[in-house]
C-alpha cells in the first residue's frame, strides 16, 4: 500500500512541478521576481523555461529539506501565497485573457477568498505550543515588505497580456 501512495505522490508531483516553473517563468517574464532577466529565458533547443523549471526544482527541493528539520521555517516560505488576494480585494483591475468564468467568477473568487482568509489565520501562528522567538512565522512578512520596498513596487508592472485587450474582447463575444 506505501508504494501506492508514492506512486501516486510523484505523479502528482509532475503537475505541481509544471505549474511551479510556469508561475515563475510568468513572473519573471513580467519582472515580478528578482534576477527576471536570467528567469525569463527560454531554451531556442527545447522551447521549455529550463531556468524557471531548475528554480522551481531547487526550491521544492530545499522546501523539503526545510520541513524536515524545522516546521516553522517551513510556514514562513508558504504563507506569501495568501497574500495574491490583496489586488482583487482592493478592487484594482484585473484584465482577462481568452478565458472567463463569466457569471461564476464571483461566487468562485468569494469561496477562494474566504477560504484564503480562513486558512491564512492560521498560517501564521506558530506549529507548536508554547513558541519561541525562534519558532514564530514572521519572517515571511519582513522579507516580502523588505522586497517590496527594495524591487517589487519598482519592476512588477502586472501580469503580461498577450494580444489586444479589444481582440480578447472580440473572442468573448464570439
Known amino acids: 500500500m506505501p508504494a501506492v501512495t508514492l506512486v501516486a505522490v510523484m505523479i502528482a508531483n509532475f503537475g505541481l512541478q509544471a505549474g511551479c516553473s510556469r508561475t515563475a517563468w510568468a513572473f519573471a517574464r513580467d519582472k515580478g521576481l528578482p534576477a527576471s532577466r536570467f528567469l525569463e529565458n527560454v531554451s531556442p533547443r527545447t522551447q521549455v523555461p529550463l531556468r524557471a523549471v531548475i528554480l522551481s526544482v531547487i526550491i521544492q527541493s530545499l522546501l523539503g529539506l526545510i520541513n524536515i528539520s524545522s516546521t516553522a521555517a517551513f510556514n514562513a516560505f ?97
Open 78 to 174: 508558504i504563507t506569501p501565497g495568501v497574500l495574491g488576494v490583496l489586488k482583487r480585494l482592493r478592487g484594482e483591475p484585473i484584465p482577462y485573457g481568452p478565458f472567463s468564468l463569466r457569471k461564476w467568477r464571483n461566487p468562485i473568487n468569494a469561496v477562494a477568498i474566504l477560504y484564503t482568509f480562513f486558512t491564512s489565520f492560521f498560517l501564521f501562528w506558530p506549529a507548536m505550543m508554547g513558541p519561541t522567538a525562534t519558532t514564530m512565522n514572521c519572517g515571511v512578512v519582513f522579507f516580502s515588505v523588505f522586497w517590496w520596498f527594495v524591487e517589487g513596487r519598482k519592476s512588477f508592472v502586472g501580469p503580461n497580456i498577450e494580444g489586444k485587450l479589444n481582440q480578447l474582447a472580440v473572442k468573448r463575444q464570439e
